[in-house]
């Protein structure tokens, strides 16, 4: 968000520019402080506001849940406590700070982001990133620090726009909080001219476990890309944009044992080689996204979806990326792997004015494609069970600073021999949230 400061925020930020162009001018004149007159602050202020602008925005989400069954286990804003079927609590509340620095074209030079989230559990950070423009080609930048994957939609689709409460069950445990430390090459033309300015593509090399880890636990590093189309219109009332993406990873195996499934069997099956220490276990996950808008006169509607399948390592409890390096006793523990795919798909409508919004959402995660129903059973934990959630809302503006949602989730579970699934779990929640923004 661009926008002009007030004056003594102003004044606080022309003082801190002021303090670091002081050195140099001193280096010029030969003079002392006092010797800045009016005039040569004068111009160091025009300059400011040319070249620079910062920006500060924020959103806060607090919100009233409630689910059917007391303790249970939730994706809308993590587990509910034992004894607990109803909370109030504060999903986000984030604030950023936005700094841009322009050339005398007006071409961008640098851009970074500070993001911060801040709730009853504790304070973290969610952005730290600067990015870096060329301006020959005008087509170009890299990006490094802490930021979102490029890969999807919905991974890199922020909170605050996000129409339900969360992200599917899929990326939640896949990409746990997005975002990953390493750095990033766009091609993105900014000319607006031919068909390339509707093209962006992004490439980059991260650490992999995410912004949960401590550290860095291997050598191993993930390659992630996607290839973009961005708001293409087909036709006058029909406009499309969609991806393509790769996710190129793994994780060192710290264990000779690792166990896959056996097609036949139907169970998981353990390759205890001494070989398999050191090396590198797949992660490796492709997806495909589209989304298609369509203007009314008073609205619009608009359809999305989103498929991702691939191979995924974690333990046998939890199929969500290790942060750690997975151990029990002071020892590691086997790694399994596993075969996965999921989808989701929204259909949304707005209501006579772009103030009212109904939305409708269906996806499913099956974290082990291999087995399924009656098959789960000895030797397989809740990690291995597939979920189809169907879930809608309701969303209104009543200003353009204050959303309210509504919203409504219904998961269902694939009944197994497992127990306490071997019936579709009482998990039905229901959310009210207000965010405020500014």
Known sequence: MKFYLNPFLKAGFFCLFLGLQVPSVLAQDHGSLTEIDTTTARKLLSTFRKYE??????????????????????????????????RYMMRRGRIRFDYARYDKFNNPKLYFIFQFDGTERGIFIRDFWGRIYENK????????????????????YGS????????????????????????MGTFEPRNKTGFLKYIKFDAGVFNG???????????????????????????????????ISGFFGGMEQFTNKIYRINGTAKQFTVDSSASNLGKIAPRNYYGADI?????????????RAEYIRGTQTAVQSTTETPAVIPMENSKPIPLYIRNFDGAYFYFLQQLGSKKHQIVLKYDWYDPNKKVKNSQ?????????????????GYLTYLNENVRLMLWYEMPKNEKTNLKDYTEDLKDNNFT????YRF
């Open 432 to 435: 009210c949230r207000v965010q």
């Open 209 to 243: 476990q995410g912004v949960n880890a401590v550290a860095d636990f291997d050598n191993h590093k993930d390659v992630i890309s996607r290839l973009s189309l961005k708001h293409y219109k087909l036709a006058p009332k029909l406009i499309v944009s969609g991806s």
């Open 291 to 303: 989304q298609v808008r369509i203007p009314n006169r008073r609205g619009e509607t608009e359809f």
């Open 53 to 86: 602008y910062i920006g500060i925005g924020g959103y806060i989400q607090p919100q009233f849940q409630w689910i059917q069954t007391k303790g249970a286990r939730n994706f809308n804003g993590g587990d509910f406590q034992p004894n607990a079927s109803n």
């Open 376 to 392: 789960i059973g000895t030797g397989f934990t809740a990690a291995d069970i597939r979920f189809n959630t169907f879930g809608f």
């Open 160 to 183: 605050p726009d996000r129409e339900s409460p969360e992200r599917g069950r899929m990326s939640q445990i896949l990409m746990r909080v997005e975002r990953d430390f390493g750095f």
């Open 137 to 156: 080609f005008n087509s170009f930048y890299l990006t490094t620090g802490m930021f979102a994957r490029p890969f999807g939609f919905e991974v890199g």
